[in-house]
Nanobody
């Protein structure tokens, strides 16, 4: 059974940075697509970034140049480095895995506010 556990969310001022982490269980981690989605209040869940095999990241236009997705296959971890955060980045961020079955973490809140 796959489990995804996020950490690293919190409150940050505009222009600040946060790093989200996702710890995954299960086998053959290096063959799985990993990603991050987010859902703001009153909005649909949207893709933030994906990283597959080989490691070729894909980003939503709204975060290109500010966010970086990475993975450590040996540790079964995925990360989302978020720089120059904006109030519109406020959302619950979910870790995502595709095996091809889809799995989600419980989410971690990111709030960007002064």
């Amino acid at each position: 059974q796959v489990q995804l556990v996020e950490s690293g969310g919190g409150l940050v001022q505009p222009g600040g940075s946060l790093t989200l982490s996702c710890a995954a269980s299960g086998s053959m981690f290096s063959f799985k697509i990993m990603g991050w989605y987010r859902q703001a209040p009153g909005k649909q869940r949207e893709l933030v970034a994906l990283i597959g095999r080989p490691d070729s990241p894909r980003y939503a236009d709204s975060v290109k140049g500010r966010f970086t997705i990475a993975r450590d296959n040996a540790k079964k971890m995925a990360y989302l480095q978020m720089n120059n955060l904006k109030p519109e980045d406020t959302a619950i961020y979910y870790c995502y895995m595709k095996t091809p079955a889809e799995y989600w973490g419980q989410g971690t809140q990111v709030t960007v506010s002064s």
